[in-house]
């Protein structure tokens, strides 16, 4: 069996299982992920939502940016000020990491 194989045959539960060990960073029973393991869940759970056509705001890892989206208080956005208060949308760039 492969990989692709494997993930479109997974179970929901398992998926949903999966995806909380992630956000909790420990396994249903207690026991704590290593950084092996949760890279390996964190992949399975990516596939699994791109393969499941998982709407992109219930994906792992979704940020809402609302209304702050293209703003200063967006962290993808650095303004380029020089002192005044005004948000011109102008003095804004996109920060890619």
Request: glycine share 8%; net charge negative.
């Amino acid at each position: 069996m492969t990989y692709e194989e494997l993930i479109a045959r997974l179970d929901p539960n398992v998926y949903q299982s999966l995806r909380q060990a992630i956000e909790l960073g420990k396994w249903p029973d207690g026991r704590k992920l290593t950084p092996q393991q949760r890279e390996i869940s964190l992949e399975a759970v990516i596939y699994y939502e791109s393969r499941h056509n998982i709407p992109e705001q219930e994906r792992v890892g979704y940020l809402d940016r609302g209304s702050k989206a293209g703003t200063e208080c967006d962290p993808t956005v650095r303004g380029n000020r020089s002192g005044d208060n005004g948000a011109d949308p102008k003095q804004f760039v996109e920060v890619k990491s």
